[in-house]
């Protein structure tokens, strides 16, 4: 027997302003990555300010096209399709409005610190503890609502798209959550809990699965409700979409440890990370399948539909970044890859076609409904969808190139047994072509969004928004039992609470296996001692480095390559890291590894490298390296260096309760030093209270620990 028919209205306001966001967001954040593509390669376009240096504005791009343009977006497509596949009304329209208005402030707060060099120095995690903090209770806010109108449902039946929602959801706050444990100092600045090793599998295993779980299941989610809606047809398979989630989240997240290959992380890690990344292929491209097929008897529509060649070619981009991630996790190929552009292609194809298409479809289409109108001009979108595409492969063609050409240089010897490029200025210039060409592909797809805006806009004018959507639908009764022959995975979708264990359980199993023995077994990190903590000066140098953001042109970890050893020095060992809170292996090479940068191989006078950060031109003909005119200026924030320290030891480096207590006298003695140096080098306006003199010392410490130690 049925029940009642109830009246009740959709919140359609709290969709309008997501995607609203999400436009706005979405132009912001590729325009900045647009000025990154060219600052890449024209030194100039950094306007020597310290506030727009690439290793400033390449962090704010990232996190504003993954936080800003792409969480907006998921934020848009779970609140529009969530309360039609539930058939009722927001839990809490306030509760969403802080959702908006909350993620809103922390996109803004996470802007203007990143440009002003607040930063932790872990990739796709940058932002400081305060926003850290801000972003977990948005988090549960936003999860909480989700919950609550799951629970007031008038639809039994959970659709696919919202175990999706709810893996996303479980899993970004565990995710966020291990890898944000950091210990304050100040107000904006903090230590990883974690130090070398362990922070970096922290990492990665965050970084992987933030793609994961922030970039892949959400969007799945929603190609699962608008893919069928657009179609106006029924998903190809139930049962492929339940192997393809539970497979998916269960594999994905262990396969963090494949962006740290040849690292001095522990080889069986390195393995696990291999042999899952490999098996995600299946999962990967069961949705794809399911996805695609979908369409079927659809795709003389395509030709027509500006919103479904969207569609098909964002699934396929996924269908092709799904499979060159467990390619590239391969050994022999992630030793070609890894530290190249090829990554950046690869990384591209994804957030350009996957989540870029995806997104463009979905509020194309999403638009008009809300609206009560037409979509102002199809002509229009098709010509945006044409430049876009287009945009993508000029973008990512000449990445792959230059990752090839990267790496064969790099690797090339002479037949008398000499590196053929010693310099490694020579393998940069060589790829300023691709990089060229990359530009232009990223203007092409800057101008179709600027299209897609225009278009959405004269919809909207043209439209009447229905803020709130009459629906109805019989209340849900309160008694259920199983029917005779009923899919063992029924009772699972229909019991939300069990679900999102069941999802926490499988998605924790791969991180513990990974991390515990990392963590607890003393022989996967062995010590080395001749590593000492590095003096305060040296401390507040290395903070230097990473406000500066030189983590994101500079690798620390040289492989146990012929090239790498013959060029940088020896290979890089677990021990060598104990100290440092954030690790900075880096995962690109725009200017050489550093991780032996003071040895005497590769040691150079402070006053090289005081001319260097000030023009770089000068030390190095042809560089690419913006002007760091400030650090001759700025001075060290002395003051801190006390603080710096005795949150140090809280973590576990061994500075002694006198060692704080004279650090800041120690400090300004090494700073004398070589500020001394330096003026008998032909730097007459050395000064010692100047960033410059603690960026210094921090390089020139770099590799000197171990060049004549084994490990114990």
């Known amino acids: 027997m049925s029940g009642q028919i109830e009246k009740f209205y959709y919140d359609n306001k709290i969709v309008k302003l997501f995607a609203y966001a999400t436009i706005l967001w979405g132009v912001v954040g590729m325009l900045v990555g647009l000025l990154v593509a060219f600052q890449i390669y024209i030194p100039a376009l950094n306007f020597n300010l310290e506030f727009t240096t690439f290793g400033r504005t390449r962090p704010l791009h990232t996190n504003a096209v993954i936080f800003a343009f792409v969480g907006n977006g998921i934020f848009t497509g779970v609140y529009y399709s969530l309360q039609r596949l539930l058939k009722t009304r927001m839990w809490s329209d306030k509760l969403s409005m802080i959702n908006f208005w909350g993620w809103q402030l922390i996109i803004v707060s996470a802007a203007i610190t990143l440009l002003m060099g607040f930063t932790t120095g872990k990739e796709y995690a940058e932002l400081e503890w305060p926003i850290d903090i801000a972003i977990a209770g948005i988090w549960v806010v936003f999860g909480w609502n989700m919950f609550a109108t799951i629970l007031k449902r008038r639809e039994r039946h959970l659709y696919v798209a919202i175990w999706f929602y709810i893996a996303t959801f479980v899993t970004v706050a565990v995710l966020h959550i291990v890898n944000s444990f950091e210990l304050p100092v100040s107000f904006m600045k903090s230590y990883s809990w974690y130090a070398g090793v362990q922070d970096a599998l922290v990492q990665w295993w965050y970084g992987h699965n933030a793609v994961a779980f922030f970039l892949t299941t959400p969007y799945l989610g929603l190609m699962y409700y608008f893919v069928p809606k657009a179609v106006k047809r029924p998903v190809y398979s139930y049962k492929l979409s339940i192997i ?47 996805g695609l097929l979908t369409m079927r008897g659809a795709w003389d529509r395509v030709r027509d539909s500006a919103v479904l060649k969207f569609f098909v070619v964002a699934i396929t981009a996924y269908g092709m970044s799904t499979f060159e ?150 209340a849900l009764e309160k008694t259920y039992s199983a029917g005779i022959g009923e899919h063992w995975h029924r009772p699972i979708e229909r019991k939300p609470i069990r679900l999102l264990i069941f999802a926490l359980i499988v998605i924790l199993i791969g991180g513990a296996v990974e991390m515990v023995p990392t963590f607890l077994v003393k022989s996967n990190v062995p010590t080395i001692e001749a590593v000492k903590p590095y003096t305060p000066l040296e401390l507040q140098g290395r903070d230097i480095y990473i406000k500066e953001g030189c983590y994101n042109c500079h690798s620390q970890m040289i492989r146990p390559f012929r090239h790498e050893v013959e060029r940088f020095g020896d290979y890089s060992k677990s021990g060598e890291f104990v100290y440092d809170h954030p690790f900075q292996w880096g995962s690109k090479r725009t200017g050489p590894d550093l991780a032996r940068e003071g040895s005497k191989k590769l040691r150079k006078s402070h006053s090289w490298h005081y001319n260097h950060m000030f023009d770089p031109t000068t030390m190095s003909p042809g560089s690419i390296m913006p002007r760091y005119p400030w650090l001759m200026f700025k001075d060290i924030d002395v003051r801190s260096t006390t603080s710096k320290m005795a949150a140090m030891q809280t973590l576990g480096v061994p500075y002694t309760d006198e060692e704080i207590k004279s650090g800041k006298d120690d400090l300004m003695a090494q700073a004398e030093q070589i500020a001394a140096e330096l003026k008998e080098q032909g730097v007459k306006e050395a000064d010692a209270n100047k960033e410059i003199i603690a960026l210094i010392a921090y390089l020139q410490r770099l590799g000197t620990d171990v060049e004549k130690t084994t490990e114990k």
């Not at 992380?265 to 069961?286: C, K, R």
């Not at 691709?434 to 299209?451: D, E, P």
């Open 325 to 474: 991630g467990p390619m590239l996790s391969l050994k022999s190929v992630n030793a070609i890859s890894h530290f190249t552009d090829w990554t950046i292609a690869h990384v591209h194809i994804g957030a350009l076609g996957w989540n870029g298409f995806l997104t463009f479809g979905m509020i194309y289409w999403l638009i008009p409904k809300m609206f009560n109108t037409k979509l102002h001009s199809e002509k229009l979108a098709n010509g945006h969808f044409w430049i876009g595409t287009i945009g993508i492969l000029f973008y990512a063609l000449p990445l792959y190139w230059a990752g090839f050409t990267q790496y064969l240089m790099w690797q090339e010897f002479t037949p008398d047994g000499f590196l053929a490029y010693p310099n490694f200025l020579e393998t940069v210039t060589q790829i300023i072509p691709m990089y060229a060409m990359r530009s232009v592909g990223g203007t092409l797809y800057f101008i179709g969004v600027l299209l897609f805006v225009v278009n959405i806009w004269k919809t909207v004018k043209a439209g009447t928004f229905t803020a709130n959507e009459e629906a109805e639908a019989p």
């Open 244 to 290: 393809h989630f539970w497979a998916l989240i269960f594999l994905y997240i262990w396969a963090g440890p494949h962006h740290l290959l040849y690292t001095s992380l522990p080889e069986w890690a390195q393995t696990l990370g291999v042999v899952f990344s490999v098996m995600l292929i299946a999962p990967s491209w069961g949705g794809m399948i399911n």
